[in-house]
């Protein structure tokens, strides 16, 4: 737009979105995730390649986990639960991260695209380097770094791995009786096992003996599953 008297009008502020705006940055998103990986996209270059400013990105998406999940529809982004369970005391956090994920995985409105994001990941190499990649950096490292300490990033993959398991075990395999259990059994069996996989024998952060205070047995390597 021109000003008679001094010339071009510099454009402020986010750029106003069409009714089809954030179904081309979904769109946009979504090719770039899929062909470039989790780490090399940015939402400058989503905005750019949808032709839309970047703040319009953040301003429907708020930051990349957000557009992620959005992006592969998922309208209860694991990702983004973990950032909350994380906050808070840290010796909760197993019991946080375990309900927030059964709620997310028991809602049937949100369970649905995850179910078909993990068929994605198995039937296509690109969906699953694009979660593994997804899974190492936003929930892993995560972990790692609010757990500090030595071996903190295995610590963190033993505890996922256990999630992982579950997960599978439960909403996609549905043995039984897991998956006819309520959360409250759930908890009951699977908390000791993922304090165990954070802080080894003793189940609690910076505890001697623990992972998480310098000791490191045999028995603090490998956490075993339900039965074993």
Known sequence: MMNSAEGPTPRRGRRA????????????????????????????SVAAGAGVDLALVSYYFGSKKGLFGAALALTGNPAV????????????????AL???LGVWDAPDSAGPLRAMIGGAAQDPAVALLVSEVVQREMVDRIAGRLGGADARRR??????????????????????????SADEIARSYLPL?????????????????AAGGASGAGDRWVAGPGA
């Open 194 to 210: 993922l304090r165990q996989a954070l802080w080894g024998r003793s189940g609690r952060p910076g505890r001697p003996g623990g």
């Open 156 to 181: 963190a993959c033993l505890f996922g791995t256990q999630l992982a398991g579950l997960i599978m075990a439960r909403y996609v395999l549905c043995l039984q009786p897991l998956a006819s259990l």
């Open 99 to 101: 309900r927030l994920l």
């Open 17 to 44: 979105g069409s009714p089809g705006t954030r179904e081309q940055i979904l769109a946009v998103a979504r090719h770039r995730f899929l062909s470039e990986g989790y780490h090399a996209v940015t939402l400058r």
């Open 81 to 96: 639960l973990l950032v909350e369970a994380l906050e808070g005391e840290l010796e909760t956090f197993p019991e946080r």
